[in-house]
């Protein structure tokens, strides 16, 4: 804890200050007491061990030797994990140990080898341990060395898996069951490792307990090792315990919301098979809703009735209110400054809003998102606003934005159905008149990936599609479409399932986007509802929004028909034989913007990058070249979204 002393002290402060110095000199003086009463003396003493404590007394002469070293030979792979792990590792610092002591530490250290190097399939090794005097080394005046001829490597060569309790008999269970038989890691002709063993039955028990069976168990399970075949037989029961499913959910800690809402935010699927999966999601689902600022569910097993066994919601709700104040850096924009006010419950809507003013060096923003609790279904209802000025091209366009609707999200699914009126005005030499609209928009996007904050395989597809009419000039009909698609790919075929394996594989990541607005020539269409592209997350080696139709005159504007494609090789970084949170990437990003299909020229822009997974997400480094402007650019970002 930490004290505030104020300025102004009393006189006698300075005095009782000086008065307490000279008493820490005092004692000083005063005689020492007899060794044998320091704390700090060794445990043991042993004739023999005076000139050593005589050097510790004037002043560390030198530096105290340790009792032995140890010098363990061998293959790699069992060297070290010997070297790190043997325990009489731990008493080489003890410099009063003699011989004796030595040796028996050496006996132990045997037996204790042999049970380290049959955790790591090793049975049947050959040990030598020697005892060398080394007077004149500086470290220790003895060494232990421990040869090492670790022998033949047990293989499994049967693996038995049965199961007790309901899922024994359960026909609907066979899936669940095979799915575990399958998923097993340690396989018949694989090494047999105690770490693989455990792992093993870890892995198949999480499957077991994922889906229905929240009490799962390892009843049995045996390792029978035959030494002399370098064979190991494998055998686990699981016990599965009652089959459960959802049953209501009860909340705890609600005071300002309402709590038909929190379930209808959470969407349980009560009443169907527990599903580990779902009860996360409904999780997540609450912690995302802005509600609450902590959220944990658990199954309540303990109720009595498996068939209808409860959820508790442990939550703390947010406040009612709030401001956040925001600061952040991108190179495509430089810095940026936020400020956010959430208010939880409108008056009279009960709706959540949040309203945001940004500020950068390219775009200036205002706007407001509100939102209602969605119903049973998982519908909601939505409205939103907001005024924008931002470089665009060669022009800053000034745009107002208004949409209200419809949007739902389950599961890896998005979709949305909304009308919108956007109105643009570009500022500049000769720029293009301002214009108006209203459309009709659907959209949908679906999310496939491994993991969305960091994916190593899976896809993302998004869709949206908006007919209207221009509302300045001649009122003329208009379509627009766009379609974004990416792909992570992981490189090369593996039969090995091993996470840490997986996750050391390169990955080839595909990117495409693709727009068009479909309407006569006289048409004005509001620019914020055409394409520009280029900047950190579309074509990189260009500055944000600079690639779109070139005028005659030379000017940037935005244009009716978009094409971007983009090839990423990622590479993890591997040091030691271990992964780092590191990998190196190298790319092709190409995009165009015309105005007809025929006229679309990509520009190309080609580097290298960095990724850190970071704690708060991947770190995003990358040095491109714009083949068309021939200069080099930098792009920095943090975070994965699609």
Known sequence: MFRVVPVFAPAWLPALLFFGVLLLQGCSLLPKKEAAADTTAPALVRSGDTAADETGKDGDKGARRAAFTVDVRGPDNVREYLALH?????????????????????????TNARELLGTLGYFTPTLTLELNETPASTKAPREIVITVEPGELTRVSNVQLSYGGAIADDPTA???????????????GLPFTQQGWDNAKATALRSLTAKRFPTGSIEVSRAEVDADRQEARLSATYQSGPAYRFGPLVLRGTERYDTDGARRIAQLPTGTDYDQQKLLDAQQRLASSGYYDSVFLTLDTESGNPLAAPVIAQLREAP????????????DSGPRLSVDHIHNQLPLLGWRAV????????????STEWNAIPDDRGWRWFAGAGLKSETSGSYVVDSGRVRSGRSKSSGHIDRSYFLQYDYAQNRGTNAPPSASAVTANWGWTGRYFDDNAQPTRGFGLALELAAGYTLT??????TRTYARWLGVLPVGFSEDRDAATLARRSRVQLRAEAG??????????????????????????YSYRQIGTVRSDGQIVAGRYLGVVSAEWQRPFVYKDKLTEW?????????AVADKPGELKPKV???VGARWRSPVGPVQADLAYGVDTKKFRLHFRLGFTF
Not at 94 to 107: F, H, K, N, Q, Y
Not at 175 to 184: E, M, P, V
Not at 584 to 589: I, L
């Open 320 to 331: 009612m209110q709030k401001v956040v104040l925001g600061a952040g850096f991108t190179t």
């Open 583 to 591: 990998e190196s990437v190298v790319f092709v990003d190409a995009g």
């Open 355 to 366: 309203s945001r003013l940004s500020v950068d060096s390219d775009v200036k923003s205002l």
């Open 473 to 478: 000039g001649e009122q003329l009909p208009f």
């Open 605 to 607: 822009g080609v580097g």
């Open 86 to 110: 043997l325990d009489i590792q731990r008493y080489r610092e003890l410099d009063d140990l003699g011989a004796t002591e030595i040796s028996r530490l050496m006996v132990a250290a045997e």
């Open 516 to 541: 068009a607005v479909s309407a006569k020539d006289s048409a004005q269409v509001p620019s914020t509802l055409m394409f520009l592209t280029g900047g950190d997350t579309t074509v990189r080696g």
């Open 174 to 188: 066979e899936a669940q069951r095979d799915s575990i038989r399958t998923a097993w890691a340690l396989r018949p």
